[in-house]
Every structure is written in C-alpha cells, then in structure tokens.
C-alpha cells in the first residue's frame, strides 16, 4: 500500500498537462468517482487498524497533492483553439473609428475657402534659415523675434531655426516662381513661449499671397470679407485697423464682429464686440526685392492667421492646450467634422 502511494505521488509529478482538456482527463482519472484514489480507499478500508494509522495521513498528502496538481495545471494549460473551431465568415465586432481633429478640420476649411478663390495651396519646410524667416522679410537686424527668448535654434552662425510663421513659405515660393501667383499657405510654427491656456510652443498658421499687376488694398479687403461671410456666416462684418509688421506696407488688422449678445461675448471681446483674427498688408517693395520681383512692375497683398485661435472662436474652447493633449473625451466631440 505504502509504494502503491509513492508510485502514484511520482507519476503524478511527472505528469505533463498543456491543455484544459488533459488537465480534466487527468482529474477524473485520479480523482473521479471510480478514479485511482477511489480505488485506494477501498484498499484502505481492508488493512489492519494499526496500519492505518500511517498510511491515512499519506493518503490525504497524495489527494492534496493531486488537487494542488489540477487547480494549477487549469490556470497555466493554455486555451488553443482548433482551427476547425474558428468560423470565418462571422461579421467583425467593427472598428471604432476616430474623428478629425479640430484643427485639421479648420484648417482644410481655410484653405478650402482661398482654393475657391484660385489660390493654389503649397507647404514649406518647419526647420528653415534665417534668410526665409527674418532677413527676406525685411526684419531689422534687432528685431526681437531674432532672439533667443522668442525663436528655437537649432544652428547658430549660420542660423538654422524652427519657423516662427509660415510668412517664411511666401519667401520661397515668390523666389521659385513667376508672378501672377495666388497661394495659401497652411503650416505649423514654433515659438519659444511658455504653454499656457492662451499660448503655446507649437501651433498653427495659413499664411496667403498674391503678387500680380496693380493689386490693391481694395481686392485685400474683399477677398478678405469674402473669406470671413464663407467662414463665420454671411451676415459677418469685418474691420481693419492700421498695424505694423516688417514686410508689409502698409499693415492692417482684421476684426469680425462677434456680437455683445451674451456675458461670454462680453468677456472674449473685451466690451467691444470685436475679435482680432488675422494680420495682413501690402507686401513691402523690399521683401518683392529681396525675392527677385520688380516692385515697380507687380504689387500684392499678404495676410496671415493663427488655425488655433480660429477655432477656438468655432467650437468656443477656453482653453489652447486641448489641441494638443489628444484627450478622447475632447476629442469625440468632433464626430462628424469633416
Ligand atoms: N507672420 C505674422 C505672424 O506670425 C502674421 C502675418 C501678418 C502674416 C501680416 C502676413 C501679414 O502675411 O501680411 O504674426
């Protein structure tokens, strides 16, 4: 009796079980109702009372060792489906789908707008030289966007930086190409701010050009009231307010009138009903020099937006960092933008 025990506790150590169905076969082998235990207690009942006093306790360790044996077995044996078992014309639990992004949307909107127009959208390159983002534009040499405070480097002397505008794409394209030219120019910038609710060290901008015979201030304005009623509504009225940057003369500030209906209204624009939304101008004889076209001969007008703050006035976000943080439950707001 005791070697029948010993021969049993061996082989059922060295038992291999792989798989859920092994590991039941070998449970009801040992431990069924006409198992190899079963059959060991019966054996049991039939020897000499002074005897059982030893071989009961090695009973019980072999039924533990057995049990131990098969809850162990069943959370290891791995569940391997049979190919026969897999039915391949079942329809697909389905994909979850995502949803564009706020400023990809805005963006080919934009940009959607001017192609209407005739402009022709193009891309330049984020990491760029001094030449196409500063000196080609007509940046005075202390300017401060030239510092290191306001712009990343990743050269210095020669200077090679991460754009600050997209201003930098006109510069290369009025370089590369004959006028009549008619661009729209979508891209991201980089600027060394610290992130906060209202900036950020990435964004994004779509800059516009056109440079042809005897354009005027005129067809800016309008083109850029066209561009506001196709964005924000028909009944939109836009301002511009005199301004100044490097390359364009002169400049000018737009504004749509956003309303005073409601506290919010009151708040975003600061009492008066208008929102700044984008900076234009002329573009300044220079910088038509600099890029190898006659001023005297061609003339144009330039302007330049930020996507996130557009946006921001769409969707009614408080907040810039959302762009960026990729948080589904902002980001599922935005089923169905296309
Ligand atoms: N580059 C300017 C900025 O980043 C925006 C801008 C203003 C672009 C006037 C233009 C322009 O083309 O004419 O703030």
Redesign the pocket.
């Known amino acids: 009796m005791k070697k029948r025990i010993e021969r049993m506790l061996a082989e059922v150590a060295e038992t291999e079980l792989n798989s859920p169905e092994e590991v039941e076969i070998f449970r009801v082998a040992y431990l069924g109702r006409k198992g190899k235990v079963k059959d060991l207690m019966m054996a049991f009942k039939e020897i000499p009372g002074d005897q059982k006093r030893e071989i009961g306790p090695m009973l019980n360790t072999l039924k533990q060792a057995i049990e131990h044996r098969v809850s162990e077995a069943k959370t290891t044996a791995v569940v391997r489906p049979k190919a026969s078992g897999v039915d391949a014309t079942r329809p697909s639990g389905g994909v979850p789908l995502g949803t564009h992004h706020p400023i990809q949307v805005v963006r080919r909107e934009i940009v959607d707008i001017f192609q209407n127009m005739g402009f022709a959208a193009v891309e330049g390159p984020e990491i760029e030289d001094d030449w196409h983002v500063f000196s080609g534009l007509n940046f005075p040499p202390e300017h401060p966007a030239r510092d290191m405070q306001d712009t990343f480097f990743v050269e210095r002397d020669p200077d090679i930086l991460l754009r600050?505008?997209?201003?930098s794409v006109?510069v290369r394209e009025m370089e590369r190409r004959e006028p009549p030219m008619r661009l729209i120019m979508p891209g991201r910038v980089f600027r060394n701010e610290a992130i906060s609710a209202r900036a950020h060290c990435m964004f994004h901008?779509v800059?516009?050009l056109y440079i042809d015979k005897e354009v005027s201030f005129a067809d800016l304005k309008q083109t850029l009231l066209h561009f506001a009623r196709c964005f924000f509504g028909p009944d939109t009225d836009i301002r511009l307010r005199p301004s100044y940057?490097p390359?364009?003369e002169p400049?000018a500030e737009v504004d749509v009138y956003w309303g005073l209906k409601t506290e919010v209204d009151k708040r975003i624009t600061k009492g008066t009903g208008w929102l700044e939304i984008?900076?234009?101008?002329m573009v300044d004889p220079n910088v038509l020099k600099a890029s190898g076209i006659d001023p005297e001969v061609y003339s144009g007008f330039?302007?330049?937006m930020g996507i996130e703050r557009i946006a921001m006035l769409r969707y009614q976000i408080g907040d810039l960092r959302h762009f960026f943080e990729n948080d589904r439950r902002f980001l599922d707001q935005f089923v169905g933008e296309r």
Do not use: D, P
């Open positions: 600050t505008h997209t201003s006109q901008q800059e516009g940057f390359f364009t400049s984008l900076g234009c101008g330039a302007f330049g």
